[in-house]
């Protein structure tokens, strides 16, 4: 311990709170934030397959293999809400506090969801997918500022992809119980012989959203017994009550195993600037972080959102029939769960930026699979799972890796920067890129859209090593 650290000063907490190697709150939290990562990811997937019956419902005119071309529109609104939840109300956390602004994100995120059960009319649809957004977008920046403060620094990337795999369940309820309720019985392979869509039942889409309106309320529920991140409490001085946690996270690490030394640390900065975008903008280190972050999310995320929100759609617009599509697609969400697995348990072990290049490869050989399957519906199905893998594996060390390259008094804010501004361009691959490569063949549609993601491994490039560094010494 420095000699200049009283016990109590917020440099001797952070070190204390630095030191340990266990996450040391009880693990039901791991579950608390989960249930809203989970809800968060089957609300962006569900509409990957339930989008076809939406618009059959709701759009004049419009048939399974026109429904493309109406999915712009409701995803860039989405998208475009996702930015304003992450510009404007994650910042309110930097200010008003991690837990807080959690329980307000989830309320909105929720209220999106029973609208768009309800709507009527597409406008109306598009317009409550743009609610949504807004919660789910805020949310996702707290959710990875608060576990990246409060985990072990050696497992930072680790416990959020721990986090990541709620998201992966959600996204396989989400594109399954789509299948099931919005698409019409069909023989396996080519469907879901047991699913329930069809003259008699076509409000399956309002379900959906419906059961999103209700996971919502009981991640709202979940959440309230949620600790303040005691690193936020330091940096506004509130140490009495960050000490109190801290000493609580000791109490519980000291029951697994012995804990370390206190180590010297880096004096603890203790400001509230009235704009927490200063701290980004004004110092030339995080501005040049955020240029790089901003680009790698904005090109990364038109592949991510290709697949996420448009490959069931894209794959109707090449002539799939709608079952099998869907069936294809969800077959990916086995991927994506095995990556959440993979990064969970392998996350820690080369730095974050070299993540994203193994997605990129991964991407480009699933959806070569794909193009290349022909009638083979199994080698399709794993074709999916391959390129849900790859599009996925990179998102949860880079979320990590993101809320590194900031401080504490500005964490949340510069994590939902580089992260609202980059789902813009997940937005506009929806818009733009999905319509077009659906007028190309299959092999070079699937390149065109996984082309993005290697472009956006080569930005990384140029970003910071953090890996098991001390978040107060990669960004003082």
Known sequence: M?????????????ARLDRLSVWSFPYLFIVVIGAGFLFTFYDIFNINVSFIQTCTAIVHGCSPATASK???????????????????????????????????????????????????????????????????????????????????????????????????FGAFFGIW????????????????????????????????????????????????????????LISRGRVDEADQIVTAMERRAASKQSLSPVQTVTPITQEEPKIPYSTVFGNVVYRNRTLILVA????????????????????????????????????????????????????????????????????????????????????????????????????PISYAWSTEHYPTRARATGFALVDGVGHLGGGLGVLLVVPFVAGLPVLPAFLVIGGFLVLGALIAQFGVRTRGLPLDQISP
Not at 201 to 208: A, E, I, K, T
Request: proline content about 5%.
């Open 177 to 232: 119980l789509g299948l099931f309720l919005t698409t019409p019985a069909t023989p396996f392979p080519l469907g879901l012989p047991f699913a329930i869509a069809g003259a008699h039942f076509v409000n399956g889409w309002r379900w959906m959203y419906i059961i999103g309106a209700v996971l919502a309320v009981v991640g709202l529920l979940l959440r309230y017994r949620m600790p303040e991140s005691p690193r936020w």
């Open 70 to 168: 109406f999915l712009g529109l409701p995803v860039l609104l989405n998208l475009g809400g996702y930015v304003v939840g992450t510009l404007v109300l994650s910042p309110l956390a930097d200010k008003f506090g991690r837990r807080d602004m959690l329980l307000v994100t989830m309320i909105i995120t929720g209220l999106g969801s029973l609208w768009n059960a309800l709507a009527g009319h597409y406008a109306m649809f598009t317009l409550a997918r743009a609610v949504t957004g807004i919660g789910i977008g805020a949310d996702l920046a707290i959710v990875n500022t608060y576990i990246n403060e409060v985990a072990p620094a050696g497992s930072r990337a680790r416990y959020t992809s721990l986090i990541f795999i709620m998201s992966a």
């Open 296 to 395: 790698m999310w904005f090109i990364s995320y038109v592949t991510v959102y290709c697949y996420a929100s448009g490959f069931t759609s894209l794959l109707s617009s090449l002539h799939y029939p709608p079952p099998e599509a869907g069936l294809i697609a969800a077959f990916g969400t086995f991927g994506f769960i095995l990556c959440a697995i993979v990064a969970y348990l392998f996350g820690e072990m080369m730095e974050r930026k070299y993540w994203i290049i193994l997605s990129a490869v991964l991407t480009l050989l699933g959806g070569v699979i794909v193009a290349e399957a022909g009638t083979l519906l199994w080698l399709s199905m794993v074709g999916s799972g391959i390129a849900f893998f790859g599009f996925n594996l990179w998102v």
């Open 2 to 14: 420095s000699a200049k650290a009283a016990v109590d000063s917020p440099a001797h907490i952070i």
